[in-house]
């Protein structure tokens, strides 16, 4: 698996689009394998990259590539095998280093597609890599901490600028959402790089698209969720599978009395993070936009997200 990664990461520090689109291939084919495929993942995927590479020196063109890039997909594992399978163990062990990180691999691959400007080819590069960075933070919650440093909170405000196209914004709110969940410290950041005057401007601006305000829409009732603590720092991780296997906060039951007594005032909690309550967030949003309160009376009366935060 370390030599698929350091392949991958040679194609992703480079300039040359290409080589980044097949970085970023390479990585989603081994976040694919073992999310999809049985024991064995990491040597699959490797064997399977290298015969795509083989194919489409032989064939060269970018449709062929695309057909040879695209193999079956095997059944989709749930949370509990993902968390017995060999291949994820050494996949999150890694991640836990400087060195194999590959989310902090595609924040600067991200941030040196953002500085080529705005183009066909390079906006999808760069979706690709925010496509990644989600699955990746999915994959290992813990790197979601880099999305506590400013600067790489700036890439995403930075893409919800207006010169951008929809899907790129659409894309982004999801990453945003992605990054924030269970992770008071990375909202805090948001919330001082004035995030939320980005987000409602966005939102106000009758150039932004409607696929895009609804995707904002949707932001805003993840913000305004009551907090939870953020996840563990190493040295107090759980276990890989008792971390994978904790249930996503509920929407059902979440403005209970008890919940709203217990969240009555922001608090630093044992990681320490400063969180807010609702209420204190509704506060924050409602010197951007008006009518919040119609948004905070639907996440109380109508669990827009089925029961399930997000």
């Known amino acids: 698996m370390e030599a698929l990664l350091s392949l991958a990461f040679d194609n992703l520090s480079s300039y040359d689009g290409p080589k980044v689109r097949k970085g970023l291939r390479q990585v989603e084919g081994l976040l694919a394998q073992i999310c999809l495929s049985d024991g064995g993942a990491a040597a699959a995927a490797a064997q399977q990259q290298q015969q795509q590479e083989q194919q489409q020196r032989r064939r060269g063109s970018l449709a062929e590539q695309e057909e040879t890039d695209t193999p079956a997909s095997p059944p989709r594992k749930s949370l509990a095998e993902l968390s017995d399978d060999l291949a994820f163990r050494e996949f999150f062990k890694l991640q836990e280093g400087f060195e194999w990180n590959a989310a902090m691999r595609l924040i600067g691959t991200l941030d040196r597609l953002m500085a080529k400007g705005s183009e066909g080819q390079n906006d999808l590069l760069i979706l690709s890599a925010l496509d990644l960075i989600q699955g990746v933070l999915l994959l290992h919650p813990p790197s979601k901490s880099l999305f506590s440093r400013e600067q790489n909170m700036n890439l995403l405000l930075d893409l919800l600028e207006p010169y951008n196209c929809p899907a790129i914004q659409s894309a982004t709110l999801l990453t945003l959402v ?133």
Request: aromatic residues 6%.
């Open 178 to 310: 992605v990054a924030l969940l269970d992770t008071p410290s990375n909202t805090r950041t948001f919330e001082s790089l004035d995030g939320l005057l980005t987000v409602t401007s966005l939102f106000k601006s009758r150039s932004t698209s409607r696929e895009v305000k609804l995707k904002l829409i949707e932001f805003l009732y993840c913000y305004l969720m009551p907090e939870t603590p953020s996840i563990p720092r190493a040295g107090q991780r759980d276990s890989v599978p008792a971390m994978l296997q904790r249930s996503p906060s509920k929407l059902a039951g979440a403005f209970n009395a008890d919940h709203q007594h217990h969240h009555r005032r922001s608090r630093t909690n044992s990681a320490g993070d400063l969180t807010l309550t609702t209420e204190e967030k509704q506060e924050l949003l409602s010197q951007h936009l008006s009518s919040v309160e119609d948004l905070v009376k639907d996440l109380k009366n109508c669990a827009p997200f089925g029961g399930v935060l997000c």
